[in-house]
């Protein structure tokens, strides 16, 4: 068996955490890279994506690279999507991530939107 980095072991741990608390919410799951950033809600019981964004979309091109602006935008923009599928309360996944800087502009980004944790 491999051995899990920190970064995998605390990743586990928080999801594990999450579903043992919310398992009647969805899930807004993100990830974070050096260029870009990704939301998506996911629905643990069903097994299938309600809503997603990212910063690859063409809307939110214009504000270039892994910036907190574009963070706060995909955050507005994975909140329209899920209230247009019916989703107002989620459980935030910070998929290992520190809550910090960009993680922390896509939560408030979506709190802004409508989505409620």
Same mark, same amino acid.
């Given at each position: 068996?491999? /051995?899990?980095? *920190?970064?995998?072991?605390?990743? #586990?741990?928080? @999801?594990?955490?999450?579903?043992?608390?919310? +398992? *009647? @919410?969805?899930? !807004? +799951?993100?990830? &974070?890279?050096? &260029?870009?950033?990704?939301? #998506?809600?996911?629905?643990?019981?069903?097994?299938?994506?309600?809503?997603?964004? +990212?910063? !690859?979309?063409?809307?939110?091109?214009?504000?270039? =690279?892994?910036?907190?602006?574009?963070?706060?935008?995909?955050? /507005?923009?994975?909140?329209?999507?899920?209230?247009?599928?019916?989703?107002?309360?989620?459980? %935030?996944? @910070?998929?290992? %991530? *520190? %809550?910090?800087? &960009?993680?922390?502009?896509?939560?408030? =980004?979506? @709190?802004? =939107?409508? *989505?409620? %944790?």
């Amino acid at each position: 068996m491999a /051995k899990l980095s *920190l970064f995998a072991k605390r990743r #586990q741990r928080v @999801r594990t955490k999450l579903r043992a608390k919310g +398992s *009647l @919410r969805p899930r !807004l +799951s993100i990830h &974070r890279s050096g &260029r870009h950033i990704y939301a #998506q809600i996911i629905d643990d019981n069903a097994g299938t994506t309600v809503a997603a964004a +990212s910063s !690859l979309e063409k809307d939110a091109r214009a504000s270039t =690279g892994a910036t907190i602006d574009a963070a706060t935008a995909v955050g /507005k923009t994975v909140a329209e999507r899920a209230k247009a599928a019916g989703v107002t309360h989620v459980v %935030f996944d @910070r998929g290992g %991530f *520190l %809550f910090h800087g &960009r993680v922390k502009a896509l939560a408030e =980004g979506a @709190r802004e =939107g409508g *989505l409620e %944790f």
